[in-house]
Nanobody, 115 residues
Framework: QVQLVESGGGLVQPGGSLRLSCAASGSLFGITSMGWYRQGPGSQRELVAT???????NYADSVKGRFAISGDNPKNTMYLQMNSLKPEDTAIYYC?????????WGQGTQVTVSS
């Protein structure tokens, strides 16, 4: 089992920045991918960014150049640095890991971009 806890969400003005954190605990051996997803109002959950244990990253086109995913292995923590935020980035952001083809999800953290 893997437990994931997100933090760092909040209210920010357009153009601002936030950093989300995802702390992982439990049995972490065998994780093949980690990432962030989001679900906006009335929308389906969508991929934001992923990172492999080797450090390879992948981003949705809508966030390329603005968001950066990273991991701190000794702390078992993953981050999402979000810059130049736009109102359309408003969503609940979920941390995700894949272990032996099973997906684990955090509870989500709300990000609201509004003036």
């Amino acid at each position: 089992q893997v437990q994931l806890v997100e933090s760092g969400g909040g209210l920010v003005q357009p153009g601002g920045s936030l950093r989300l954190s995802c702390a992982a605990s439990g049995s972490l051996f065998g994780i093949t991918s980690m990432g962030w997803y989001r679900q906006g109002p009335g929308s389906q959950r969508e991929l934001v960014a992923t990172i492999t244990p080797g450090g390879s990253t992948n981003y949705a086109d809508s966030v390329k150049g603005r968001f950066a995913i990273s991991g701190d292995n000794p702390k078992n923590t993953m981050y999402l640095q979000m810059n130049s935020l736009k109102p359309e980035d408003t969503a609940i952001y979920y941390c995700n890991v894949v272990k032996y083809r099973i997906q684990y999800w955090g509870q989500g953290t709300q990000v609201t971009v509004s003036s």
